[in-house]
């Protein structure tokens, strides 16, 4: 309805295991009114993620993450279930985060929950999701979203 077009895939790298960095200083991470949020306080310069999805945007979408070309899509036949003949494509220039303007209202489509919780993960209890040490600035990312929804960054 939206213009976003989701997939039933996970957005993986190609050559590392999770959790994924998106920056400013490689281009994946953009810089727009959500990510430079109110002031410098408030500034996004680094997000990670766990796993999750790609997306493609509509012309009138802002991208906040963005894949690049170390990025493939893989749609398992079985969720997490990954063999030679899973399907899989490139997915660089697909977005993670997103948003845009519909009509009066707003809409941010994200394609990666994780981002957002604070999980213990597996046996070994490991830290995924905003308690993870490499996600520092996941939080501000965050609340500079609800900003935007709540009109107070613009």
Known sequence: MFGFKFTNGFAVAHESNPPVYFSIEDNTLFQNSITLGRN???KVNRITTFTGQAFKI????????VFSENFVNKLPDTAWVFHENTVQYDVNGWSQVAYKNHGKGKVVAIGEAAM????LAGPNKVKMGMNNEMAQENYQLLLNVIH???????
Do not use: R, T, V, Y
């Open 40 to 42: 410098n306080f408030e």
């Open 116 to 119: 957002f919780s604070a999980q």
């Open 148 to 154: 935007w929804l709540d009109g107070k960054l613009e």
């Open 58 to 65: 509509p012309d009138d979408a802002i991208p906040i993450l």
